[in-house]
T-cell receptor, first 115, second 117 residues
Framework: AQSVAQPEDQVNVAEGNPLTVKCTYS??????LFWYVQYPNRGLQFLLK??????LVKGSYGFEAEFNKSQTSFHLKKPSALVSDSALYFC?????????????FGKGTKLSVIP | EPEVTQTPSHQVTQMGQEVILRCVPI?????FYWYRQILGQKVEFLVS????????KSEIFDDQFSVERPDGSNFTLKIRSTKLEDSAMYFC???????????????FGQGTRLTVV
């Protein structure tokens, strides 16, 4: 079975400071990892993904994430936070070897960027 | 940019009534999904659909639920007899496989907020 853990319900960061939103995963095979963002009353928007290759992946709006196989982590990062980054962030995983087509999501982390 | 569209954006229904949630996936996508998000909780997988049949479903997707792709463009989720606990945001998603198989991202619609009273 595949699972995702986002250990922080909420992350607060001052505007201009770096931000990190944590994610760890568990799969039996190789992971396909994704970050999505949800703004209030909106759907899920894709930010970035890790499939294979470089452990550091870059995505939309200046976000990046680092895949760490030994720690089974895929933390989302941004060097300088904006107030407009305030939203709910979801990490998701799909097991590449399980023959499963579903994404398993974490419970989400609410990011608040304080002006 | 192509997008997944869902209608209605908000549906209020009485307990025991049938509801149909509608989705128009991205036109060249092959896999279709329904997920739901109960207020304040995680996004949960309901069902995946490929080649006109269900490919996978979760424990949540019981006999009350059904999916259909009636006309090659729409993808619907029917709940036969709604319960209070069906109140949630329902998201439709679609994707098409990449060169490494299921390594592409799913595109999500804006969601339908279902309120059962």
């Amino acid at each position: 079975a595949q699972s995702v853990a986002q250990p922080e319900d909420q992350v607060n960061v001052a505007e201009g400071n770096p931000l990190t939103v944590k994610c760890t995963y568990s799969v039996s095979g190789n992971p396909y990892l994704f970050w999505y963002v949800q703004y209030p009353n909106r759907g899920l928007q894709f930010l970035l993904k890790y499939i294979t290759g470089d452990n550091l992946v870059k995505g939309s709006y200046g976000f990046e994430a680092e895949f760490n196989k030994s720690q089974t982590s895929f933390h989302l990062k941004k060097p300088s936070a904006l107030v407009s980054d305030s939203a709910l962030y979801f990490c998701a995983v799909r097991d590449s070897g399980a023959g499963s087509y579903q994404l398993t999501f974490g419970k989400g982390t609410k990011l608040s960027v304080i002006p | 940019e192509p997008e997944v569209t869902q209608t209605p954006s908000h549906q209020v229904t009485q307990m025991g009534q049938e509801v149909i949630l509608r989705c128009v996936p991205i036109s060249n996508h092959l896999y279709f999904y329904w997920y739901r998000q109960i207020l304040g909780q995680k996004v949960e997988f309901l069902v995946s659909f490929y080649n006109n049949e269900i490919s996978e479903k979760s424990e949540i997707f019981d006999d009350q639920f059904s999916v259909e792709r009636p006309d090659g463009s729409n993808f619907t989720l029917k709940i036969r007899s709604t319960k209070l606990e069906d109140s949630a945001m329902y998201f439709c998603a679609s994707l098409t496989p990449g060169s490494l198989g299921m390594n592409t991202e799913a595109f999500f619609g804006q969601g339908t907020r279902l309120t059962v009273v």
